[in-house]
C-alpha cells in the first residue's frame, strides 16, 4: 500500500526558497503521477505541480510556473518540490499524492481523494 510522508516546510520571507520532500513508502515509484497540492487557510485545496515518475513529464499550476520544479530522484523513492521566490500567497499545507493519468501525463486528480497525509506546512511572512 503505496504512502506518502510529507516533510521540508518551514517559515521564511518572501522571496525566499524550500524544498519540500515527499517519502514514499510500500513501493517504488516505477511508473506514477505523483503531484504536490497545497492549501491555505479557509480556502479548497489546489493542485501546485504533478510529475509522471516514468520519463519525468511534469505540469504545474500557472500561479508557479517558473518558480517551482517538481523532480523525482533516481532511485524513486521520493518526489520533490524546489520552490524559490515565495511569496506570501503561497503559505498552506502541502501535500503530496498519487494521482490519475490521462493522456500518458499527471493530472491533479487524486486517486485516493478521501487519504492525505500530515501535509507540511509553508509560511512565507515578512
Known amino acids: 500500500h503505496l504512502q506518502f510522508v510529507e516533510s521540508g516546510g518551514g517559515t521564511v520571507q518572501p522571496g525566499g526558497s524550500l524544498t519540500l520532500s515527499c517519502a514514499a513508502s510500500g513501493s517504488t515509484l516505477d511508473d506514477y503521477a505523483i503531484a504536490w497540492f497545497r492549501q491555505a487557510p479557509g480556502k479548497e485545496r489546489e493542485g501546485v505541480s504533478c510529475i509522471r515518475t516514468k520519463g519525468g513529464s511534469t505540469d504545474s499550476n500557472d500561479s508557479v510556473k517558473g518558480r517551482f520544479t517538481i523532480s523525482g530522484d533516481s532511485a524513486k523513492t521520493a518526489v520533490y518540490l524546489q520552490m524559490n521566490s515565495l511569496k506570501p500567497e503561497d503559505t498552506g499545507v502541502y501535500y503530496c499524492?498519487?494521482?490519475?493519468?490521462?493522456?500518458?501525463?499527471?493530472?491533479?486528480?487524486?486517486?485516493?481523494?478521501?487519504?492525505w497525509g500530515q501535509g507540511t506546512q509553508v509560511t512565507v511572512s515578512a
Open positions: 499524492a498519487r494521482t490519475r493519468m490521462a493522456y500518458g501525463r499527471c493530472t491533479f486528480d487524486p486517486l485516493r481523494p478521501e487519504q
